[in-house]
């Protein structure tokens, strides 16, 4: 059936959900799993009042910072799937468009299932604050299994 499963992740307690139900059904399969962070592209910030107070990050220091929280839970998921004994990659890239990313590697990474958390939001909230799970959803060609 699947045979490398892509997770996308941002470290919270909903996307640990959806990483659980990739490593299980990782397991289950015997396939591979592919655990993907997406940074947002560094934009130096306009200068106002606040400069003052609060020093500006440069492009280094914040790669920096990125690296280091890509690590930290890309190591969680990696931690998670060794203890299931499946074999695991963990990728980190940088984008301004998360679902962009998300679906360009999986497809790099020739995956064949994506999984994804959802807040399931609806109405205004959902229309207003967007959804990357839905945008993913809306443009892979490839199957997406949402977990909320």
Known sequence: ???????ATDGSKLSAKAVQHAIDL???L??????????QVYTMQGFAESVA????????????RC???ADKILGTVARKAASAGVKLSGVHAYS?????????AAKK??????????HGRRG?????IGSETHKVLTHSAMPVLVIR
Do not use: H
């Open 1 to 7: 059936m699947f045979k490398n499963i892509f997770v």
């Open 96 to 104: 301004s468009l998360p679902w962009e990313a998300i679906i360009a």
């Open 124 to 128: 205004v909230s959902a229309l207003l």
């Open 53 to 64: 107070y609060e020093p500006q990050y440069s492009r280094k220091m914040y790669e920096a």
């Open 109 to 118: 990474q020739k995956c064949d299932l994506i999984v994804m958390a959802s």
């Open 30 to 39: 015997g396939a591979r799993l592919t655990a993907f962070y997406v940074s």
């Open 67 to 69: 690296k280091e929280d």
């Open 26 to 28: 990782a397991e289950t």
